[in-house]
């Protein structure tokens, strides 16, 4: 797991000097074991490294026995050892152990084609200089990030954006039409960035760069739902058990030590068991919780680490680590943090760092088999849908009133209802969208932006992946997400392990397994009112049923309660600043009303002030170059809480050993 960095001139001529190490540099954490660079008259590349297989002697940039043939390579093909004998065979000679140098003797032996022999998360660009061609790849399901810049005649590209912003053509500019998006999810869809002109290559695509121009195109795609094969509930839950046992194997491929991050979960739990059946010694495993117990998972993570003797260690996080850590962990995502979640999930992977290198994950398990509560709530809105529009317009007009009327409801309830067929005449996607997914719903966006500025726009990228899937309606909503919500998670779980120097591997997002996923029938992933059914199935011997059946928690974090505290006035004059994004681009008497309402406690805006609140510290730190005012954290700003309220840092419990 590395950082990567460079760029490509159509015309001979090179960048200021010292460009390249500056692009490499502003990522060195992703890669603090070593740093490397290729130079021509046409293209540079740079390499951080992070060493996991062949620690000695992996380093790269690599090349091809003639040396007209260069990678920089982040990821790893977990596949190489299989892959590496027919290269061989054919005659080409190898000089490390490493998968990366496989990357380039397979590109030889195949072309552009290569990609469909590989099994791993990766993102590479690999440099012809006999033809003046770079190819350009990003792993199926988008695990490892890959950004670029192109204004037809300079091409860089990086693994995060700020690297390119250390070309002395790339400056940063906001993304404008991407605010209404923004503002709902709190995260792109498509291949744009909140940065202009900065592009994401898509999961599964390859960017082909030659003297003639650019061109990408998709070598694998997300499988849809199949014609469900004629099999038993045991067939299947064994066929499961197999291939998720083989993936596992397959990611404890390291030169390394590694761990597990537990969340005491069935996902992560399961991780853990089948780990713990692989290798020889005791898995170690990290957990991240808070001061405030309701919020926290400790109890479960120490259970589940208790049953699987794990050596097992756990990190507290309180309000004022929290804050304290948002900026910089804004700047480590490049874009606004989507999620709470990101800030615990830096803090475990430091954890984690002080004692392995490798951490496996539990991450799309939910995607995958229905592991979310909306996939079967909206399904149950589906149902009511043509019972509930047999009544007359004028009865839903009176319903949707006394919905927006009730004093009987809580805020947060009444403002769900207003998200349903209950409270909207609209089409139930959008609902889905606005209810599930949305901190602004479509008519928030409307009253905080100028009318050519939602336009209905927000959720077009979301909706034509939806109407893409062919499926059932489970089937859609698992192909949507997988499609946009998963990718995204993929990139706070990236950027947030690697603001760790940690590698982190994702188990369930094996691409044969998730084409394996696609061909389990809807009842198999949810049953009644059972999420992740097959899943659940598959594990009963590995795990106590109390684990495996517990209520999903969801990482949650205490942000509601950390609002309404009197520490917390900090963050709300930090919105009404003047001369940030937010004043700039939103109305402010609608954000003033909104603030106000959420002190008051007439209306939980938790969320909605989460997503203010990381655009205003992103637009500071990179529209308006102010990140010396973030250096000493958010509480610089904010109130610190009281010194006998503070967590001890990184409060480490004492392992949890065998009995």
């Given at each position: 797991m590395c950082g990567i960095a460079g760029f490509v001139n159509l015309t001979p001529g090179s960048a200021p000097a010292g460009t390249l190490e500056r692009m490499t540099g502003v990522i060195a954490h992703r890669g603090p074991?070593?740093?490397?660079?290729?130079?021509?008259?046409?293209?540079?590349?740079?390499?951080?490294r992070l060493a996991i297989i062949d620690v000695a002697g992996g380093q790269q940039p690599i090349s091809n026995e003639t040396g007209h043939l260069w990678i920089i390579y982040n990821g790893e093909i977990f596949n190489h050892a299989e892959v590496r004998p027919d290269l061989e065979r054919a005659g080409h000679v190898y000089r490390t152990r490493s998968d990366t140098e496989t990357v380039v003797h397979a590109y030889e032996e195949y072309g552009p084609d290569c990609l469909s022999r590989f099994r791993g998360m990766f993102a590479f660009a690999l440099w012809d200089r006999s033809t003046r061609t770079l190819l350009c790849a990003r792993d199926r399901l988008g695990i490892k990030p890959f950004y670029y810049y192109w204004d037809g005649e300079l091409f860089a590209f990086a693994s995060e954006i700020k690297a390119l912003l250390q070309h002395p053509r790339i400056s940063p500019?906001?993304?404008?039409?991407l605010l209404a998006e923004y503002l709902a999810f709190g995260y792109s869809s498509s291949d744009k960035t909140l940065f202009a002109g900065i592009r994401k290559l898509m999961p599964g695509c390859r960017l082909l760069l030659t003297p003639s121009g650019l061109s990408i195109e998709r070598y694998w795609n997300l499988p849809q739902q199949h014609p469900v094969e004629e099999r038993d509930d045991e067939s299947w839950i064994r066929e499961f058990r197999r291939r998720l046992e083989e993936t596992v194997r397959l990611r404890l491929m390291s030169d390394v030590p590694l761990g597990v991050l537990l969340s005491g979960g069935v996902d992560s739990s399961a991780i853990a068991a089948l780990m713990g059946r692989m290798v020889s010694k005791r898995v170690q495993s990290f957990s991240v919780g808070y001061r405030e117990e309701t919020f926290s998972e400790l109890t479960q993570a120490s259970k589940a680490a208790a049953h699987l003797g794990t050596d097992h260690r756990e990190v507290?996080?309180?309000?004022?680590?929290?804050?304290?850590?948002?900026p910089e962990l804004v700047w480590h995502e490049d874009e606004p943090l989507a999620w709470p979640s990101s800030v615990a999930l830096?803090?475990?992977?430091?954890?984690?760092?002080?004692?392995?290198?490798?951490?496996?994950?539990?991450?799309?398990s939910d995607e995958l088999f229905a592991g979310y509560r909306r996939y079967r709530l909206y399904a149950l809105n589906r149902r009511c849908q043509d019972y509930y529009r047999v009544l007359p317009a004028w009865i839903r007009g009176r319903i949707r009133q006394a919905v927006a009327a009730s004093r009987l409801l809580s805020p947060s309830v009444r403002r769900k209802l207003q998200h349903t067929i209950l409270g909207l005449d609209e089409s139930l996607e959008s609902l889905y969208l606005d209810n599930f997914y949305s901190a602004f719903s479509r008519a928030e966006q409307g009253r905080l932006l100028a009318p050519q500025e939602v336009n209905g726009g927000a959720y077009q990228p979301f909706l034509e992946h939806w109407r893409a899937a062919g499926a059932s309606l489970l089937g859609q909503m698992l192909y949507a997400d997988q499609k946009t919500y998963l990718v995204e998670l993929l990139m706070k779980q990236d950027q947030m392990s690697m603001a760790c120097s940690i590698e982190s591997r994702v188990p369930f997002l094996d691409h044969l397994f998730v084409e394996?996923?696609?061909?389990?029938?809807?009842?198999?992933?949810?049953?009644?009112?059972q999420a992740k059914y097959i899943l659940k199935r598959?594990?009963?011997?590995?795990?106590?049923?109390?684990?495996?059946?517990?209520?999903?928690?969801?990482f949650p974090t205490p942000l509601r309660q950390w609002l309404r505290r009197p520490e917390a006035a900090g963050v709300f004059a930090i919105l009404r600043s003047k001369d940030g994004l937010v004043a700039q681009y939103l109305d402010r008497g609608t954000v003033e009303r909104l603030i106000a309402s959420h002190q008051s406690g007439l209306q939980d805006a938790t969320d909605r002030i989460w997503r203010l609140l990381n655009l205003q510290l992103w637009g500071d730190i990179f529209m308006l170059q102010r990140r010396d005012r973030w250096r000493e954290g958010l509480f610089s700003s904010v109130a610190a809480l009281p010194l006998t309220e503070r967590p001890s840092g990184d409060r480490i419990a004492s392992p949890v050993r065998r009995t």
């Open positions: 074991d070593g740093a490397g660079f290729y130079r021509d008259s046409f293209a540079e590349l740079g390499h951080r500019a906001f993304e404008e039409s507290i996080i309180g309000m004022d680590d929290f804050f304290a850590a948002l830096y803090f475990v992977s430091r954890l984690a760092s002080q004692h392995v290198k490798v951490a496996l994950t539990g991450e799309g394996f996923a696609a061909g389990v029938p809807d009842r198999m992933k949810m049953r009644g009112g598959a594990v009963e011997d590995l795990l106590p049923r109390d684990i495996i059946y517990r209520t999903k928690m969801g």
